[in-house]
């Protein structure tokens, strides 16, 4: 366990080690996801310059006046797609909105895709048409991670190789770029993002553009996670949580506001949110429920148990 306060891992050797690197690598994720709940993950294969490419454009799209960024809120999208402005979602426990505003990009599928109609077509700014074409390509590099981080999962939990690659195959995943202004005036809560779990499967974020983000740990203490330039903190989310039947840990985050002589500087956030197809049922795996274990939760489909928390968190009505 290093300093950053989580475990560290290099998805390389999983992907082109040895076959007793692979197993270690397996062995490393299972266990960090089970005991913390979080992982840094080295040579993850995201390239940096798209990173930085999408860091940019989104940057410049934050910029622009408020009421150029409102023509990119899409009314009825529950926020899946393009613009949502300041204050508009808050965690499931809190009614004090979050100091952030965001633009969301989704899933991209062929126009006679059976899935289609699911998928609404992504928000293009003219302004900024950076944000499009680069997030569109991290997109995809972010799904070849975590698809092959869950497939080192599948074997950590003794499913097939391949088990997650079935749901995560044209997903309901969300690429979303955070801004957090810069705060001018005594906040009404010392939290720039309330404290919270993620509703998916895992979640890849890069490096923000400051730090702040906390995990809760087995002690009930607050430890803050600083990872390096070239690492991508991964998470469990609760679909993967409900699916163990609370083996891997959907750990609780937040992100707390910076010291006052800091509060002048924004905060730039880039997660990824690995869904799976809205008809996978999150119902507890059989190997997860035993006599110590209990089954925790009813029967779910990922469609189901989104749409729940959507409307828990303030973006659905």
Same mark, same amino acid.
């Given at each position: 366990m290093?300093?950053?306060?989580?475990?560290?891992?290099?998805?390389?050797?999983y992907?082109h080690?040895?076959? #007793?690197?692979?197993?270690q690598f397996? %062995?490393?994720?299972?266990?960090a996801?089970h005991e913390?709940?979080?992982v840094?993950?080295?040579?993850?294969g995201?390239?940096?310059?798209?990173?930085?490419?999408?860091?940019s +454009?989104s940057? +410049?799209?934050f910029?622009?006046?408020? @009421?150029? =960024?409102?023509?990119? @809120?899409?009314a009825g999208m529950a926020?899946q797609?393009?613009?949502?402005?300041?204050g508009? @979602?808050?965690?499931k426990?809190? =009614?004090?909105?979050d100091?952030?505003?965001?633009f969301q990009?989704? %899933?991209e599928?062929?126009?006679?895709?059976?899935?289609k109609?699911?998928?609404?077509?992504n928000?293009?700014?003219?302004?900024?048409?950076?944000?499009?074409?680069?997030g569109?390509?991290?997109?995809?590099?972010?799904? =070849?991670a975590?698809?092959?981080?869950l497939?080192? *999962?599948?074997e950590?939990?003794n499913?097939p190789? &391949?088990?997650?690659q079935q749901?995560? /195959?044209?997903g309901? !995943?969300i690429?979303?770029?955070?801004?957090?202004p810069?705060i001018t %005036?005594?906040p009404?809560s010392?939290?720039? +993002?309330? %404290?919270h779990e #993620?509703i $998916?499967?895992i979640?890849?974020?890069?490096?923000?553009s400051?730090?702040?983000l906390?995990?809760?740990?087995s $002690? $009930?203490?607050w430890?803050?996670?600083?990872?390096?330039?070239?690492?991508?903190?991964? $998470?469990v989310? &609760?679909m993967?949580?409900r699916?163990?039947n609370?083996?891997?840990?959907? /750990? /609780?985050?937040?992100?707390?506001?910076p010291?006052?002589?800091e509060w002048?500087?924004?905060?730039?956030s *880039?997660?990824?949110?690995l869904h799976?197809? !809205? &008809?996978?049922?999150? &119902? +507890?795996l059989?190997?997860?429920?035993? @006599?110590?274990?209990?089954?925790h939760?009813a029967?779910?489909?990922?469609?189901?148990?989104? #749409?729940?928390?959507?409307?828990? *968190?303030g973006?659905?009505?």
């Open positions: 290093k300093e950053k306060g989580i475990p560290t891992v290099d998805l390389s050797k992907v080690g040895s076959a #007793d690197e692979k197993a397996v %062995q490393d994720l299972g266990r996801f913390v709940g979080f840094a993950v080295v040579n993850h995201i390239p940096k310059s798209l990173v930085d490419g999408f860091y +454009a940057k +410049a799209f910029a622009l006046p408020e @009421e150029v =960024k409102r023509q990119y @809120e899409i926020g797609r393009g613009y949502t402005s300041f508009k @979602e808050h965690a426990q809190s =009614k004090v909105a100091l952030k505003e965001f990009i989704g %899933q599928v062929p126009a006679d895709h059976p899935l109609d699911q998928y609404p077509d928000v293009s700014v003219k302004e900024s048409p950076g944000v499009s074409q680069q569109s390509e991290l997109y995809r590099a972010f799904e =070849k975590g698809g092959q981080l497939q080192a *999962i599948a950590y939990l499913l190789k &391949d088990y997650f749901y995560i /195959t044209h309901n !995943s690429l979303r770029s955070i801004h957090y810069p %005036q005594e009404a010392a939290i720039r +993002a309330e %404290q #993620d $998916n499967l979640t890849l974020l890069v490096g923000a400051a730090g702040g906390q995990l809760l740990n $002690n $009930n203490e430890v803050a996670i600083m990872p390096e330039a070239d690492e991508i903190v991964i $998470n989310g &609760d993967l949580q699916l163990t609370n083996y891997l840990k959907s /750990t /609780t985050h937040r992100v707390v506001n010291p006052r002589e002048h500087l924004p905060r730039l *880039i997660p990824f949110f799976p197809v !809205s &008809d996978m049922r999150l &119902d +507890a059989e190997s997860c429920v035993t @006599e110590n274990n209990p089954q939760y029967p779910i489909s990922a469609g189901e148990y989104l #749409d729940e928390r959507l409307r828990e *968190i973006l659905k009505k």
